[in-house]
């Protein structure tokens, strides 16, 4: 390869100076690489400037038809310009518009970063044939410059680490057209050879570089050029070992057992720090390799072709960051968006490995599950758990047979009584709302041939008094479950639980104020109570509507209560027992609610702005269940003659807000 510009100024010329001369002589050097930068950053300026940096809005026609030729004359001067320093240094000019394209990216200036791309694009003199190799060259001048001749090595005045060029790398990669891939196809195989050669010195950068095959391959995928089939399976295998050599030098930027990507996740990074400070940015720019895998693994079909690779590498996967993730002490606190995306994804391959399902299996039955945020819940675990019980139909009946019927019989007196009791009563909760979130995340009806078994289940517990193992704390959990199932669930296949579900609504409302049952409902079973209500009066299934007339007033007279009038429902009965609220602080909340969400067109539930904070009983009635009970005739008949859709989606919400609360368990 001929000498580049810089290479032949000062090539022999000061072989016999002093130290002195020399050092004088470098310095004349930079000098002279540091003009050349500015000229290109300069030509780079007028070029983005005059197609990216101007805004014609506020300009007539005739001036915006004159700043576009004056504009395009200096963009093509520029741009020839341009084409004279590549053709003199390459390797100068490119490391010069990546370190651009970097402060592009980290930095919100009015120069896009794609603009860069788009300059290299339309440059004769970095045609992709010239341009990846150089790339190759600015990546081994930082991470092993002695496999490098000296003609081909970097200058190093580009403020760059070895992470940023493979991530222009891959961009640049993803930006070619797929025909380019036979221009380039050798360089890049001879490359990641020579990298899976000595891996340790791109030990930050194999992420990345994985990434950079897989885009390969979903490019080769889409031509037809060369020997496919042998090109197809060198990049398999090039691909197999880079995921093997990702894994086993561990790049020093990922820990499986810190929760790192979670922090990445919720906290954008400071950009103007990270800029200054390199080894910051080398660590920020490594990537997360669970986000570089979650984007690779789709199409791992494209890269391997073989399925026992496919199965092999998604394996690989799954035991090097899910396990050890799902395992961590720290669970689920390190479990993030793209953690779930990934499992997703492998869970989707063909002819998946069974090691995604036990996975799920070890995270889902883990105590601690239920003190997950509510939005990873919403948007990473409900997708992930409908694909785990659409593949094993043997959930719901496993987590049945794990329900055992209160009992009396065998119980003792005293601590060890106790102890006993409480955790059956948390391994019960435990599992109610293992089967309320399967229900919740499963397909309308999927769950309908379990659900005579559930049935039975619910129906015992039901029978659980404060003396049995488990005991009737377990009842708020029991109403979960049947706010999924009428979420989730047609009308026509709850026939037979509509009369359990009345006898418990009743007997449970109706110990708020009777001490008679207090023993058997305590305040977070009332409230459910009150909820699974309020969603029944939402939702208003067929069957229930025959019976609704048993706890509201459906007629007019929930607006214009007449002058004798002796309320039936029994919400107004407590309403009038427990005396006039409307002038209550609390109560104006719940006009309010009620209000605005006739007014938003739909039916959302009047508990919405309630939580399941558990409180002494004189507060719960007063603070809460006054106003509920006050509210509710009226609500229910305006929010029915509003003929507002159900707001399904925000009833679900308001049941996995309940469901992962963990303060309200046992123990």
């Not at 400037?49 to 915006?64: E, F, M, T, V």
């Not at 004279?84 to 970063?113: D, G, V």
């Not at 309010?592 to 539930?605: D, K």
């Amino acid at each position: 390869q001929p000498q580049g510009f810089f290479g032949n100024i000062v090539s022999g010329v000061f072989a016999a100076e002093t130290a002195r001369s020399r050092n004088e002589s470098a310095n004349r050097r930079l000098t002279v690489l540091l003009c050349f930068k500015d000229t290109v950053c300069i030509c780079y300026d007028i070029w983005s400037w005059g197609g990216y940096g101007s805004d014609g809005n506020n300009q007539d026609p005739a001036s915006l038809a004159s700043f576009n030729y004056t504009s395009l004359r200096l963009r093509n001067r520029a741009r020839r310009i341009m084409e004279h320093l590549f053709t003199a240094e390459a390797l100068e000019c490119l490391e010069t518009l990546i370190e651009t394209w970097r402060k592009s990216n980290a930095m919100s200036t009015h120069s896009p970063s794609a603009s860069v791309l788009h300059l290299l694009h339309a440059l004769d003199g970095s045609r992709p044939k010239n341009t990846i190799p150089a790339i190759f060259n600015a990546i081994y001048s930082r991470t092993n410059p002695v496999a490098l001749e000296p003609t081909r090595k970097s200058t190093l005045t580009s403020n760059l680490s070895d992470t940023e060029l493979v991530a222009f790398l891959v961009e640049y990669a993803r930006s070619l057209e797929d025909d380019a891939m036979d221009e380039i196809w050798i360089d890049c195989m001879t490359f990641l050879r020579d990298v899976l050669a000595n891996p340790f010195p791109h030990r930050q950068t194999l992420p990345k570089l994985l990434e950079f095959a897989a885009i390969l391959g979903e490019k080769v995928d889409n031509t037809i050029f060369g020997e496919q089939r042998r090109m197809r399976r060198e990049l398999g295998d090039v691909f197999a070992r880079l995921l093997t050599a990702t894994f086993t030098t561990k790049p020093l930027g990922f820990s499986q057992d810190a929760p790192q990507t979670a922090h990445l996740e919720k906290a954008s990074l400071d950009t103007d720090r990270s800029i200054l400070n390199p080894e910051r940015r080398r660590h920020a720019s490594s990537d997360d390799i669970v986000i570089i895998l979650q984007s690779v693994v789709p199409n791992l079909p494209k890269i391997l072709l073989d399925p026992d690779r496919i199965i092999g590498a998604a394996t690989t996967i799954s035991t090097n960051v899910i396990t050890p993730l799902f395992r961590s002490r720290s669970f689920p606190d390190n479990v993030t968006k793209s953690t779930l995306k990934l499992l997703y994804g492998l869970s989707r391959l063909p002819n998946a490995p069974k090691s995604w399902k036990k996975d799920i299996s070890d995270g889902f039955n883990d105590p601690k599950f239920f003190s997950t945020s509510l939005d990873l819940v919403e948007d990473g675990w409900v997708p992930l758990l409908k694909q785990w019980v659409i593949a094993d139909k043997d959930r719901i009946p496993d987590l049945l047979s794990r329900l055992t019927s209160p009992t009396s019989a065998g119980i003792l007196f005293g601590v060890g009584a106790s102890s006993a009791r409480l955790e059956a009563d948390r391994k019960t909760q435990l599992n109610l709302r293992r089967i309320a979130l399967l229900i919740l995340a499963a397909a309308e009806d999927a769950l309908v041939t379990n659900l005579a078994g559930l049935e039975d289940k619910l129906v015992e517990l039901m029978t659980a008094t404060a003396a049995s193992s488990p005991s009737s704390t377990t009842r708020a959990e029991v109403y979960m479950v049947l706010r999924a199932l009428i979420l989730k669930t047609s009308a026509v296949h709850l026939t037979s639980l509509w009369p359990a579900i009345n006898s418990e609504l009743q007997s449970s409302i109706s110990s708020v104020l009777s001490g008679e049952q207090s023993d058997v409902y305590n305040n977070l079973s009332i409230l459910q109570a009150c909820k699974l209500l309020d969603v029944l009066l939402t939702i208003a299934p067929d069957e229930f509507q025959l019976h609704e007339w048993l706890f509201i007033t459906d007629t007019i007279d929930a607006v214009y209560k007449p002058s004798n009038w002796n309320p039936v429902a029994l919400a107004d009965k407590l309403s009038e027992r427990m005396g006039d609220t409307a002038s209550t602080p609390s109560t104006h909340i719940a006009v309010t609610a009620t209000s605005a969400s006739v007014s938003q067109g739909s039916r959302r539930p009047l508990l919405d702005l309630i939580g399941t904070k558990v409180l002494p009983k004189e507060e719960l009635v007063g603070k809460v269940l006054k106003p509920f009970f006050s509210q509710l005739s009226i609500y229910a008949f305006e929010s029915t003659y509003s003929m507002g859709e159900p707001d399904r989606q925000a009833c679900t919400k308001g049941l996995l807000a309940d469901i992962f609360d963990d303060t309200t368990m046992a123990g």
